[in-house]
């Protein structure tokens, strides 16, 4: 009896740290964090129209570059950027199915906790993304934990 006691107590923990992120699941959390990183001066989230060349303008500047290669710079090649199958599934309705348009598609980002396009970017963003592999998404999940 105590074994399965301890097994189920396992178990229950190990799902609890494998649940979906709960921006992806809150509507409203989801909109406040994102809100946020659009106002934050050190993250600037966007831009909110994809031909906007002010805003890669901008981008260029705090990055040292010029706007063509910081438009090189998005969410969807980022590091924190989450589109690994777990995190496809925690995208609620038929916008999981992937959300795919002509610009890029829906996923997670772990640096700001909110569910982001890939053809965005912020001041934040480095390289080595996305996360496509359910393993490296519950690394990111756990190292947000502790």
């Not at 909109?31 to 031909?51: E, W």
């Not at 969807?76 to 795919?100: H, K, Q, T, Y």
């Amino acid at each position: 009896m105590k074994l399965l006691l301890e097994n189920w107590r396992k178990f229950i923990n190990e799902a609890k740290k494998l649940a979906c992120p709960k921006p992806t699941q809150n509507l409203e959390l989801n909109t406040k964090n994102r809100n946020a990183a659009i106002k934050a001066d050190h993250i600037q989230y966007g831009p909110l129209n994809l031909a906007d060349e002010e805003y890669w303008e901008k981008a260029a500047e705090h990055w040292n570059t010029d706007a063509e290669v910081a438009k090189k710079s998005r969410c969807g090649n980022c590091v924190a950027f989450d589109i690994s199958p777990r995190m496809l599934e925690c995208l609620p309705g038929p916008v999981s199915e992937p959300i795919e348009d002509e610009e890029g598609k829906l996923g997670y980002c772990w640096m700001h906790h909110f569910k982001c396009h890939s053809a965005r970017s912020c001041f934040t963003w480095a390289a080595g993304g996305p996360i496509d592999e359910d393993k490296v998404s519950e690394e990111w999940q756990n190292k947000g934990e502790e």
